[in-house]
């Protein structure tokens, strides 16, 4: 090969080698922020089958005079915990990928017909439960927070009906490496907040 030929061939290498330094972070950049956007979708997509099955929960047990699943659980008091232990039993689903200690609250609450909470009508439920709580056979990782605002015995299902509802707020913590880089901008963690709402049954 001659000299000249030599230095062309070093040269193409050599400017391949700086396209590709050039082009990988961007490449590595797309592939991680696709996986975290997966994951991301995933967890929302279990957040909003956990308020769904507390808010059927809750529009079929009412106030509490039937049982649902769990034959010998009625009464009033029986009803949030019901309604927490479906969604617990949703958020701790093998593959959710959620973690309890991220939950911030979840809320059971009267919604006006724009699916609103009513003031003074939500029941918070924060991450750690009584040591042996448990409803519907479930181990019951959260709290009431204060007193219930909207007690199961004054929800109605006659007309006109109430709506129940159930939304939960979880912190969703990036888990690739984009978490050091959002972090400098304070975003190394999203605040995932879903809610569904249902009439309550007749």
Not at 97 to 104: F, K, R
Not at 128 to 141: I, M
Not at 149 to 177: E, Q
């Amino acid at each position: 090969m001659r000299p000249l030929e030599r230095r062309r061939h070093a040269w193409r290498r050599g400017q391949a080698l700086v396209e590709f330094t050039m082009i990988l972070p961007i490449i590595m950049t797309m592939a991680l922020s696709i996986a975290e956007f997966g994951v991301a979708f995933g967890t929302n997509m279990t957040l909003i089958q956990a308020t769904r099955e507390g808010a059927r929960t809750g529009a079929i047990l009412v106030d509490g005079s039937d049982a649902l699943e769990c034959p010998g659980l009625t009464g009033a008091g029986s009803v949030d915990p019901q309604i927490i232990a479906a969604v617990q039993r949703t958020i701790e689903s093998p593959g959710s990928g959620i973690t309890l200690a991220n939950v911030n609250w979840i809320h059971i609450f009267k919604a006006d017909a724009n699916g609103n909470p009513v003031a003074n009508s939500t029941n918070e439920w924060l991450v750690g439960g009584v040591v042996g709580a448990q409803s519907c056979g479930v181990d019951l990782h959260f709290h009431l927070n204060g007193t219930a605002l909207w007690p199961a015995s004054g929800r109605s299902n006659t007309l006109p009906v109430d709506s129940i509802g159930v939304s939960i707020s979880y912190k969703y913590k990036l888990f690739t490496p984009l978490s050091a880089l959002t972090g400098l901008f304070g975003a190394s963690q999203i605040t995932m907040i879903d809610s569904t709402v249902m009439a309550l049954e007749p």
